[in-house]
């Protein structure tokens, strides 16, 4: 599951983070919620939570998984709102593939499956190219149980 509470910690990370968003910030629809800035660091806080856990998965090769809807995100350090900017900005950047959800039929009751993502070929090189194995990624990003309190005090 995307627990969605990492945050980059290497300087390779921010480097990674820092060149998706200078390439893909114009993906980014613009939002009257927010001054320029404060939507920024949301959007950075997003994506270093989205990629610590699609490199995690990347390691296991595996796909992570997400439920979409609004209320999944409630008390979240990342909100619904940015984290769908970003997935919508990585999917139309061709960094990162998904799986629509599904329901399960065939065992007692129908079973909902949560969305699929995981990085493409593309995202796996972008990564790389930053000096970022996925088997160490740990290295590069930290789980935080406050990743919001993080983000404020940044």
Known sequence: ???????????????????????????????????REERLAGV????EAMLCDLIGAA??????????????FSRQAVSYRMFALVREMLLAAGLVEELPP???????????????????QAGMALVERHGIDPSDHGQHFALSTDAKAQAMDL
């Open 59 to 72: 390691a296991l090769e595996r796909w992570s998984w997400r439920s979409m809807r609004r209320e999944a």
């Open 102 to 120: 599904f329901t399960d039929r065939t065992g007692f009751g129908p079973v909902g499956k949560a969305t699929r993502l995981r990085l493409t």
């Open 44 to 47: 950075k806080l997003a994506l």
């Open 1 to 35: 599951m995307m627990a969605l509470d990492g945050r980059a910690i290497s300087a390779q990370a921010l480097a990674l983070v820092a060149s998706i968003l200078e390439v893909h910030e114009a993906t980014l629809s613009p939002q009257g919620m927010q001054r």
